[in-house]
């Protein structure tokens, strides 16, 4: 059921053309991974790499999210990744507040369908939208909130670690605090996602 809704949604999102952004997209960047997931990662936006193949975090901070997650036993098999918005800002640039508010609802869309326990916000565009625009992501990376139901962590999104080595460490205490918040609260390992 929640995979026949997804796609119904994401047909839907494929179609849109609610912001600019659809003018300059190659592809809608829906999201992927499992519909069932209780661990869900979400960004800010696609990047040129996520852009051209129509994929979430394909590029080199994609490849760093996916060792990331192996590190804490995860894949894009077990998770959830999406993003804000579904259309790459035009040379990478932040997305609006215009462009995020046409798309946000896609994303709750998303979350209500997958349902999962965690949500894991990267960086700070993702941490603001999601959590409130008073969340400033070095001083509140690593601290739950419990929502609506659901456990949410902000931590650095993986191209500020790609740019600046020195977080790596914060960022590995992050993934240990979401693996074991994911073994307290979920029943099973990882591939019982």
């Known amino acids: 059921m929640s995979l026949a809704r997804l796609t119904q949604l994401k047909n839907e999102v494929a179609a849109c053309t609610r912001c600019g952004l659809c003018k300059t997209r190659t592809n809608v960047v829906f999201g992927e991974g499992n519909p069932r997931a209780r661990l869900m990662f979400i960004g800010e936006g696609p990047g040129r790499d996520e852009d051209l193949l129509g994929r979430p975090f394909v590029g080199a901070a994609g490849l760093l999210l996916d060792k990331m997650m192996a590190s804490i036993g995860f894949n894009r098999n077990t998770v959830y990744i999406a993003n804000i918005v579904k259309c790459r800002p035009p040379g990478n640039r932040d997305p609006q507040p215009d462009e995020a508010a046409a798309c946000i609802g896609y994303l709750r869309s998303q979350v209500a369908i997958i349902k999962p326990k965690i ?47 020195a977080l790596k460490k914060d960022a590995w205490r992050d993934l240990l605090a979401i693996r074991a918040k994911y073994d307290e609260i979920c029943s099973g390992g990882a591939n019982e996602s």
């Open 119 to 165: 949500i894991v916000c990267l960086g700070r565009i993702s941490a603001r939208y999601i959590l409130g625009t008073d969340i400033r992501i070095t001083r509140d990376r690593g601290v739950w909130h419990e929502v609506k139901g659901f456990w949410i962590l902000p931590t650095y999104h993986p191209a500020a670690l790609l740019r600046n080595e």
